[in-house]
């Protein structure tokens, strides 16, 4: 069986990707949860994932049902690739050429693009940040250029009730946490792409995800720039 390794629910959008692909495709894993306490070299956080990942972060993926000894894949992207190669039966990938096509062309825009929304909106699932996210939008370019192209790629889907690339594949398990920041940080989208934010919200395990993630209670002061007090933490 496999095991993911992941970090935080509440902050970890890289350990979401693979999560809740493996969820909707009903792939059985076992997870191990490393709870973020810094990023430092002899952090325990960094002494954990080093075990295994020898980037030392999250996620990563363990295959353990080889003859010649785990496996192990780390980078979202590459373990996402790898469960695809390993169940055809589950079309991660979309099967329509053109759409797989289209899929990996914005997960790998979503892999390594869109710095100002990483850097100014990190994900925060339990925050209400309405107020930071208007503040935000009224002073970062960068960040209303991002939002725009994302919004373009969401309003792209082949129909309004269709997932990013027709039925859920890859490329909606990367988009899943930007849903995430815009619910928090209530970042101005079209009609459209709020139907599909509403879609992805709905999902089984995107709902199990929010509710795993409200009940970790671990305020992590580092991936809390908008919230300093445990204080405000709790008032939620």
């Known amino acids: 069986m496999y095991q993911l390794l992941i970090g935080n629910k509440n902050y970890s959008t890289w350990s979401m990707r693979p999560w809740i692909l493996l969820?909707?495709?009903?792939?059985?894993?076992?997870?191990?949860?490393?709870?973020?306490?810094s990023f430092e070299a002899d952090s325990q956080f960094k002494t954990e994932i080093l075990k295994l990942n020898p980037t030392g972060k999250v996620p990563a993926l363990v295959d353990g049902d080889l003859v010649d000894g785990d496996l192990v894949v780390w980078d979202t992207l590459a373990i996402c690739e790898y469960l695809a190669e390993q169940h055809p039966e589950h079309a991660l990938w979309p099967q329509d050429k053109t759409l797989r096509a289209r899929a990996r062309c914005i997960s790998a825009e979503m892999h390594s693009s869109f710095q100002g929304l990483r850097n100014l909106c990190p994900m925060n699932v339990e925050a209400e940040l309405t107020h930071i996210g208007k503040q935000l939008w009224a002073e970062h370019a960068q960040l209303r250029a991002d939002v725009a192209r994302i919004d373009q790629i969401w309003s792209e889907r082949p129909d309004d009730d269709s997932f990013l690339c027709g039925e859920f594949s890859i490329a909606d398990a990367f988009y899943a946490p930007v849903v995430m920041r815009?619910?928090?940080?209530?970042?101005?989208?079209?009609a459209s792409s709020q139907s599909y934010m509403q879609k992805i919200l709905a999902l089984p395990s995107v709902q199990q995800w929010i509710a795993e993630a409200r009940q970790e209670q671990k305020f992590v002061l580092f991936d809390e720039p908008y919230r300093q007090h445990r204080e405000e933490f709790l008032k939620g």
């Open 182 to 190: 815009f619910d928090c940080y209530k970042l101005p989208i079209s």
């Open 23 to 37: 969820k909707q495709a009903g792939i059985p894993f076992q997870e191990q949860l490393i709870q973020f306490d």
